[in-house]
T-cell receptor, first 114, second 114 residues
Framework: GAGVSQTPSNKVTEKGKYVELRCDPI?????LYWYRQSLGQGPEFLIY????????DSGLPNDRFFAVRPEGSVSTLKIQRTERGDSAVYLC????????????FGPGTRLTVL | GEDVEQSLFLSVREGDSSVINCTYTDSSSTYLYWYKQEPGAGLQLLTY?????DMKQDQRLTVLLNKKDKHLSLRIADTQTGDSAIYFCAAQTWSGGGADGLTFGKGTHLIIQP
């Protein structure tokens, strides 16, 4: 596609529920990044994929957060037992590859946990 | 880990130059970026500079890097109302696996006075 797309654009859920957020990177981009942006803050790095494997997951806050990229393209961020503190905009970015620095961001998914 | 700091607000008059400042802590940062975020829109990559450069100019944008002081600035010449946005500074290191995730500042709100 022309840019990074993310679905859904908005997600409202109840505390304790499970959610999945999807990211479609720019076609041909092998590197994919997830970030989280809380209100009034800059984006915070969560996890980075090169191809199908997670090259760096040091930013995931705890084991309730998990992400996959089984075929090296679309990625899903999964959050179990959601908490109110998980409410934020979840951003996805992609770049041509590990040796390319420019990251292009999607519009984000706004997650609200009630 | 890396820490990136920016002032939260900058107010300038239309037609004047805007200078947004940023400091970072990790001297091994390889690339430094400026992103723009308008209300309801995604993060837009404006420009970036490689750590072995001290200046980069791109039309109305000038980036200055003082690597010794770990200080980065973005100058916008002839500021227009369309430049009103939040500007994020971000730093990136490169590990053995390639380009790491970005570390962002909290963003500077640029306010344009008529």
């Amino acid at each position: 596609g022309a840019g990074v797309s993310q679905t859904p654009s908005n997600k409202v859920t109840e505390k304790g529920k499970y959610v999945e957020l999807r990211c479609d990177p720019i076609s041909g981009h092998t590197a994919l990044y997830w970030y989280r942006q809380s209100l009034g803050q800059g984006p915070e790095f969560l996890i980075y994929f090169q191809g199908t494997g997670a090259a760096d997951d040091s930013g995931l806050p705890n084991d309730r957060f998990f992400a996959v990229r089984p075929e090296g393209s679309v990625s899903t961020l999964k959050i179990q037992r959601t908490e109110r503190g998980d409410s934020a905009v979840y951003l996805c970015a992609s770049s041509l590859g590990a040796r390319h620095n420019e990251q292009f961001f999607g519009p984000g998914t706004r997650l609200t946990v009630l | 880990g890396e820490d990136v700091e920016q002032s939260l607000f900058l107010s300038v008059r239309e037609g004047d130059s805007s200078v947004i400042n940023c400091t970072y802590t990790d001297s091994s940062s390889t690339y430094l970026y400026w992103y723009k975020q308008e209300p309801g829109a995604g993060l837009q990559l404006l420009t970036y500079i490689f750590s072995n450069m001290d200046m980069k100019q791109d039309q109305r944008l000038t980036v200055l890097l003082n690597k010794k002081d770990k200080h980065l600035s973005l100058r916008i010449a002839d500021t227009q109302t369309g430049d009103s946005a939040i500007y994020f500074c971000a730093a990136q290191t490169w590990s053995g696996g390639g380009a790491d995730g970005l570390t962002f500042g909290k963003g500077t709100h640029l306010i344009i006075q008529p």
